[in-house]
């Protein structure tokens, strides 16, 4: 003690005053044993109530606790344990028996960089997925698809159905639009990296855009397996420490970290098939039909009559061959029919002593897609330190190296690449036979240029990932005392990704002939991001104990490097797939760098549990921003009140009742390049020129996000039922935009900040145990939420969001003030006789009425364990433009009905492709058995502790108006406003898996 | 004592770390790594960056070529063009009555291309006017270049959208729309400048910079002194000229100034008895940062091999109603081995306009400029100058001299004639779609399927906002 006295001198200097305060001792030892198993509990804190002196128990669960004077009231607690209050009379050796608690209430939830709080305490929506949540039902490919329909306020899509990645994460809305759209996302401290990396293949497909090549966004590289729980910051309110990086929300993941005691080592198989969720089937075609179909009458010209006519009776013949030789074929079944092989083995183990704990896991996932020669695995190997080096410091260490591969193969829109495999399959028609020959020869296809057989089999398109990341966190307690504890914290981690993409199309495809003559293209891409917290917290006690006053202040630091390389040949010297087995070769190099730079401090007072009020003020600057050394402000403030704790309260069975409002903005600066007017190389006969292309703008702020949030929990008998509602309401000012400026500028895009958004929302979850018995247990929880967005401020006329749909003459994303940000608007002439009523008008909106999830658990006579997750989205429209193409194809299932033919009939505009997207969905279900202790231990003796048996499912059953695949689907990807636009996406789907789980 | 030594390093180390960060924390004004940036060549540019502008310029006027030859082709009934945009067969036909719209690529490209090589050539202006790196007759070179890209591009939008932005140096002051009369006004006046600005060179005198496309007009006659000169594969300022006066030949015939164009023509490289094919071309390449020719489509190989998909049908029409024997029509399609339909639509010929993906695209060839002389000719009355300029493209492709039942041919049939003259000869270049618009006979197009339309003009861009 007396050497910690002496460092509080120098801290008297430093920062604050300290009263020093000397005091008598009594020393209380004792064993602290769980009720349930009767062993001791290790790492339980044992507190002298109402201060702030208090010790652990060691790995046996011992415990010695100096303390001034008798008697003393202990209070002694951990996660999982339910608070126990014990009275101690007398000095010397006690035993204190703890129950394990049924979890929520005593959970802690991160409120600061520094501090976290009991979820009792909180006055934000936080919501937070534990491990078994999010993996305990089925096997996951993704953190990100994993939490389909886990939390309030989250809007799920996915962009393509290939497996790893390819998922785009919503909350509250959209926060941005050409700014960074997806949340921040944390594992262990460190700023991770969820790019969606381009891999060239447009050059081939003649896909507009980097974001239609549909690439895997790379939180695909964190396993699910690894996580203990996700917190999710889905407001400013929540995330306005986070400052500039947090306007979409912040996901801040936690791996697993050993616990002390015997080193448990668990085991886990999962053994699963994908298949297609949900087959379109092919057109039931006539010979009638096909004739109508090809035929085109022309009275005016004869001869042309008489041309189609035959054209028309060649496809009936080949058709009428067809089903005499074997039938039609089935092409969609040929392509998206296969049944992936899915495969995950994990192994995992942890353990300690009470100076460091670990935890070690690794995983091997494979996985087959739906589509041959699809697939993606993942190697993930994680390491987690902690250590103890003494009462002073600790260490903790996060390492995990991933390896993953992903074969995506060819997918969405493209124009006259004759790839992707839905565009093709749109306009090949079964009659025509386009299998190999017994030399390999692949028939071209006479209506699309491309094979759909020979890509599947012959055109690459894959990546590869090695990646690192670090974190480390070093802890210093500078001070330790009865009332006053401070300590120093330095947290911060690497993330390094080394992506490879390789794609690769043969000379002999059919689009290749006579145009590219072959296309490859090799991409080398390297991000490094680096980010560094460090900061002093300070906790205080005062007014006898009653109230808690933590406060904390710090820096941080935050860079981010990128650098692209795209190296592409063409004109394929003959069977050769290395890019310098070209005539033509191109190269193209990316590179960006960002700093981030910000202070940030935040105090937080606790009265007694009842009153708990938080301020918090974060300044940054980043090198993104115009002025690069300019800082912005972002405060926040919140205060719950727990009226249940009060001591007036006396209605026992709610045990919770607390308001709680929260205030708090977060900002979101350009991406990389917004400040720039640069020139592009724009050559020819051999020479070198430039050409002017994206407008920059020099003075860009970051968009900044005012989240107001107010919202009440109630818990009933013990908790067993809870109750949430939260309402926020959160506005988006400055909004950065890329508009189409007037192009007779020369310039056609220019990105700059021009409006305010508001989204508005509420969100209600409820809880309960709704039977416990010895034999029967259930648990159930319901979720409810939706978001309505407006355009409040626009400072240029409404404009049609470039990249975010096909013009308005298919329909496209329109920004205009006083409507929805998600509105998808045509062009549309109400009777369709002429070009002057023709007006602009919204045709739907992607953001869907309100989304629901219902999730339940069984345990079944102690070992059957019995889980579904179903999920509800009402509304939401998407404009579905894969029917554009099978209508265009004569393709589409339903032309031999009335409805089908008359939609032919009409104008082809946005109008005709708007469809309803809401859906319900049986998303996850499972049954395990958990064979009895006895049973096992007959089995195998004492070396297994546990073995678990189960099946599961994903994707069981969709239930839907929408035509297509999947309504979850976005054509450009993750990025702005993506979702909802479907052209010929990888289709979604289902997977069925056999589990086994042993714990050693 | 030790211990409290520890300590106090500690707490200093804490305090020196905090203090090292914040002060190392001021950053630098970001530059892009990725690209020049547009305000370090508008002032004090260097030679290299005046030349890299002015091969922009040339480079860019490519842009939304091929979208544009294809998309006016459709309205004009000329082609189909079958491809994975199913847009190319419905919109542009009007499809069940569906308009065009302003905010798809078949109306923004040619727009964009057009106004991205005029911004192109203000950045050379502008840069030249804030250097010293050559003096000021050198800089005339650069301007009389640029001004005539200028016109050109400005003379295309014209044909696309029927009036023109000409004032757009200032993207935040963009001048008004122009009416057609007007814009062809301002491009004449352009053009005229231009000229005035490159004539103060010698015979000799070349661009600073490298051109390209421009070799079929190098006189390697030596008649303008080049057997003095050993540098054969550069243009002189000279021979630029006579691409000006070409295009001023076309905006005079645009503006109905029959003896004006005849002038121009004089001066341009126009000769009614040369190569049809002579003239300035645009050029083509697959290297980085090249384009490749935008209108050609892989030829079928054979019925086994078709290529119907990404494909240029050629319009029945064309072919039903040429003349017997015209060789243009061999020469630019042939029959397709399996013609399949598209979205109801059929024709028994594909393009073979061009040999490759990178064969040159004529800007304007001694071929337009014959007809160009027989439309002026027949604007300034001098209708037998008309006929005989008409009858040099027949008997090209083989046809012989028109028999106008009489003698002395109206005005109207010469006209008439003209106008199916350079239906063959101009056939996908861009230019029946306008032909028809200004002689108001775009309702005489032939409607392929029920309930399609006609359009013959674009609409102006959303993004304009007019």
């Known amino acids: 003690m007396k050497k910690q006295s002496q460092i509080s001198k120098g801290l008297l200097l430093f920062l604050f005053f300290f009263p020093v305060v000397l005091f008598a001792q009594e020393t209380i030892t004792g064993k602290v044993l769980n009720e349930g198993t009767g062993e001791g509990v290790p790492f339980i804190n044992i507190v002298e109530d109402g201060t702030n002196n208090g010790t652990a128990s060691d790995i046996d669960g011992n415990f010695s606790l100096t303390v001034s004077n008798l008697p003393v009231t202990l209070r002694i607690f951990s996660i999982g344990f339910t608070t126990k209050l014990v009275t101690v009379e007398n000095a010397g050796a006690i035993t204190v028996q703890v129950t394990e608690s049924l979890e929520a209430l005593e959970e802690i939830v991160v409120t600061g960089l520094g501090s976290s709080i009991k979820r009792a305490n909180l006055a934000n929506a936080v919501s937070t997925v534990s491990s078994e949540e999010l993996i305990g039902n089925t096997g996951q490919t993704t953190v990100d698809g994993a939490l389909y329909g886990k939390v309030t306020g989250v809007n799920i899509t996915a962009s393509s159905g290939a497996p790893g990645g390819g998922t785009a994460l919503r909350l509250r809305g959209i926060s941005s639009i050409n700014g960074n759209n997806q949340p921040l ?13 381009p891999s060239g293949l447009r050059f081939a497909s003649g896909a507009n855009r980097g974001n239609e090549e549909n690439s895997g966004n790379r939180l695909a590289d964190i396993d699910p397996n690894d996580i203990q729980n996700i917190e999710i910051l889905k407001g400013a309110s929540a995330a306005a420490i986070y400052g500039t990086r947090a306007n979409a929300g912040v996901v801040i993941i936690t791996t697993k970290k050993g616990k002390g005691g015997k080193t448990k080592i668990r085991f886990s198989q999962d053994t699963g098939i994908n298949v297609i969720q949900n087959k379109l089937g092919l057109r039931p075609w006539t010979a009638t039909s096909v004739f109508n179909s090809f035929f085109t009458p022309n009275p005016d010209d004869p001869a042309a009559e008489a041309r189609s006519r035959a054209a028309a009776e060649a496809e009936v013949a080949a058709f009428n061959n067809a089903v005499a030789s074997g039938g039609l074929i089935d092409y969609e079944d040929e392509i998206y029919g296969n049944v992936g092989f899915i495969s995950e083995t994990k192994l995992s183990a942890s353990g300690g002593s009470d100076k460091t704990r670990f935890y070690i896991g690794g995983s091997y996932r494979d996985e087959e897609g739906i589509i041959k020669n699809t697939g993606f695995d993942r190697f993930s190997i994680r390491s987690n330190i902690d250590h103890k080096i003494s009462d002073i410091f600790d260490v903790s260490l996060s390492s995990n190296y991933v390896r993953s591969n992903s074969s995506r193969s060819f997918t969405g829109n493209e124009n006259e690449g004759g790839l992707s495999f839905g565009y093709t399959l749109a306009f090949t028609r079964p009659w025509n036979n386009l299998f190999p020959d017994a030399d390999g020869n692949y028939p071209n296809n006479p209506n699309y240029p491309g094979n759909p057989i020979f890509v599947r089999d012959q055109a690459k398109n894959e990546d590869s990932n090695n990646r690192f990341i670090q974190g480390i966190k070093f802890t210093t307690k500078l001070l330790t005392r009865e009332k006053d504890k401070v300590k120093f914290v330095v947290n911060g981690g690497v993330d390094y990704l080394a992506n490879e993409t390789y794609v690769y199309v043969p000379e002999t495809h059919q689009a290749q002939v006579g145009n590219q003559e072959g296309f490859v293209a090799e991409g080398r891409n390297n991000f490094t991001q680096f980010n560094l917290l460090a900061f002093a917290v300070w906790d205080h006690t005062a007014l006898d104990g009653n109230l808690n006053l933590t406060t904390q202040g710090g820096v941080s630091y935050l860079e981010q490097q990128a650098n692209l390389v795209n190296s592409r040949g063409s004109n394929l010297f003959g069977g050769q797939t290395s890019v310098d087995q070209s005539v033509n070769q191109v190269i193209d190099q990316t590179r960006s760098n960002q700093k981030d730079f910000g202070y940030f401090a935040q105090i937080e007072g606790n009265y007694k549990d009842q009153i708990i009020g938080t301020l918090g003020y974060r300044l940054d600057k980043s090198t993104l921003n115009g002025d690069v050394n300019k800082f912005y402000g972002f405060p926040k403030a919140s205060l719950a009140i727990n009226i249940a704790n009060f001591d007036f309260w006396q209605f026992e069975p709610i045990n919770q009742l607390k308001f709680r409002t929260a205030y708090g903005e977060t900002g979101s600066s350009a991406a990389f390049g917004s400040a720039f007017t640069s020139l592009n190389p724009s050559n020819i006969g051999g020479n070198g020129g430039l050409s002017v292309d994206t407008r920059g703008d020099r003075d860009i702020e970051p968009e900044t996000s005012a989240e107001f949030e107010v919202g009440m929990d109630i818990g009933i008998l013990d908790s067993r039922i809870s109750f949430e509602a939260s309402y926020y309401n959160r506005k988006v000012s400055d909004l950065i935009l890329s508009r189409n400026v007037p192009s007779s500028s020369g310039f056609t895009t220019e990105t700059t ?52 749909g096909f013009g308005t003459g298919l329909g496209t994303f329109f920004i205009e003030e006083g409507q929805p940000v998600t509105q998808i608007v045509g062009n549309i002439d109400p009777d ?5 009523e023709a007006s602009l008008q919204q045709v739907g909106n992607v953001e869907p009425d309100f989304q629901m999830a219902f999730n339940n658990q069984f345990t079944l006579f102690k070992q059957i364990d019995v889980s579904f997750l179903l999920q509800w989205k009402q509304g939401g429209e998407n404009l579905n433009l894969s029917r554009f193409l099978t209508d265009l194809g004569q393709t589409s299932p339903d032309l031999e009905t009335p409805e089908g033919q008359a939609r032919l009939g009409t104008a082809a505009n946005a109008e005709r492709f708007v469809e309803d997207a809401g859906y319900v969905r049986l ?11 006895n049973i096992v231990e007959g089995l195998f003796g004492e070396t297994v502790e546990g073995v678990k048996l189960g099946i599961s499912g994903r994707n069981l059953f969709t239930i839907t108006d929408y035509s297509s695949y999947d309504p979850e689907v976005s054509v450009n990807g993750g990025a702005g406003l993506s979702s909802g636009i479907e052209v010929t996406p990888f289709p979604s789907s289902q997977q069925f898996y056999f589990h086994l789980n042993v714990n050693f | 004592m030790k211990n409290r030594l520890i300590m106090k390093t500690k707490y200093h180390l804490v305090l020196v770390l905090l203090f090292m960060v ?3 924390c001021s950053f630098d004004e970001e530059i892009d790594p990725n690209g020049p940036s547009l305000e370090g060549v508008e002032t004090n540019a260097s030679l290299r960056q005046l030349n890299e502008l002015a091969i922009g310029v040339q480079a860019t006027s490519r842009n939304g070529h091929g979208i544009e030859t294809a998309a006016s082709g459709t309205l004009a009934r000329e082609l189909y063009l079958f491809d994975a945009d199913p847009r190319n067969t419905g919109d542009l036909l ?26 192109n050539a203000n950045v050379l202006l502008e840069a030249l006017d804030n250097t010293q790196v050559i003096d000021e007759t050198d800089k005339n070179g650069y301007r009389g270049f640029a001004k005539t890209y200028i016109a050109y591009e400005l003379i295309q939008i014209l044909k696309s959208y029927g009036t023109a932005r000409v004032d757009v140096a200032d993207p935040d002051n963009l001048g008004p729309f122009l009416g057609f009369d007007a814009t062809l006004v301002e491009i004449r006046s352009l053009l005229n400048e231009a000229q005035s600005d490159l004539s103060g060179f010698g015979p000799l005198d070349q661009f600073l910079f490298p051109i390209s496309g421009f070799g079929d007009l190098i006189d390697t006659s030596g008649e303008m002194g080049d057997d003095v000169r050993d540098d054969d594969t550069e243009i002189t300022i000279q021979e630029f000229i006579l691409f000006n006066r070409a295009i ?13 164009a005849l002038t121009e023509l004089s001066n341009s490289y126009f000769d009614l008895t040369g190569s049809l094919t002579m003239g300035a071309k645009f050029v083509f390449g697959l290297g980085a940062g090249d384009q490749p020719n935008g209108v050609f489509r892989s030829p079928s190989a054979s019925a086994e091999e078709p290529n119907n998909a990404d494909q240029i049908i050629v319009h029945d029409s064309w072919i039903n109603d040429a003349e017997a024997g015209d060789t243009r029509v061999a020469a630019k399609a042939a029959v397709r081995p399996s013609a399949s339909a598209q979205d109801g639509l059929n024709g028994t010929h594909e393009i073979r306009l061009y040999a490759s993906n990178v064969a040159p695209i004529d800007i304007i060839r001694n071929e337009e400029l014959i007809l160009l002389y027989a439309e002026a000719s027949i604007l300034a009355n001098n209708l037998g100058d008309a006929e005989t300029a008409i009858n040099v493209i027949r008997n090209a492709a083989n046809i012989g001299d028109k028999d106008y039942g009489t003698p002395t041919p109206t005005e109207a049939q010469l006209t008439t004639e003209m106008l199916e003259q350079r239906r063959y ?6 230019h029946r779609m306008f032909d028809l618009r200004r002689y108001d006979l775009s309702n005489t197009l032939p409607i392929d399927r029920a309930g399609d339309q006609v359009f013959n003009i674009m609409p102006i861009p959303l993004s304009e906002n007019q």
Do not use: H, M
């Not at chain 1, 369709?832 to 002057?836: A, K, L, V």
């Not at chain 2, 499809?95 to 911004?119: E, H, M, P, V």
């Open chain 1, 185 to 197: 996302f944390i594992v262990d401290g460190v700023y991770i990296n969820n790019v969606e990396i």
């Open chain 1, 753 to 804: 900040n021009l409006a305010d958004l508001v989204n508005e929302g509420l969100e209600l979850a409820v809880r309960g145990d709704v039977y416990r018995s010895d034999n029967f247990y259930w648990n159930t929880g319901v979720q409810f939420y939706f978001n309505r967005s407006e355009v409040t401020r626009l400072d240029v006329p409404a404009f049609a969001q470039p990249g975010a």
């Open chain 1, 832 to 836: 369709g006789d002429g070009p002057i």
């Open chain 2, 425 to 430: 000869s101009l056939w996908c270049e861009n």
């Open chain 1, 923 to 933: 998303r996850e279900a499972a049954i395990y058995y958990r064979f009895p202790t």
């Open chain 2, 248 to 260: 001023a030949a076309l905006a005079a015939v645009y503006a109905g100034d029959g003896s004006g």
């Open chain 2, 22 to 24: 914040t002060a190392s």
């Open chain 2, 94 to 119: 009007g499809k069940n009555g569906i308009q065009l719209d302003n905010n798809s690529f078949y109306s923004t490209a040619q727009f964009i291309g057009s106004y991205r090589c005029i911004k």
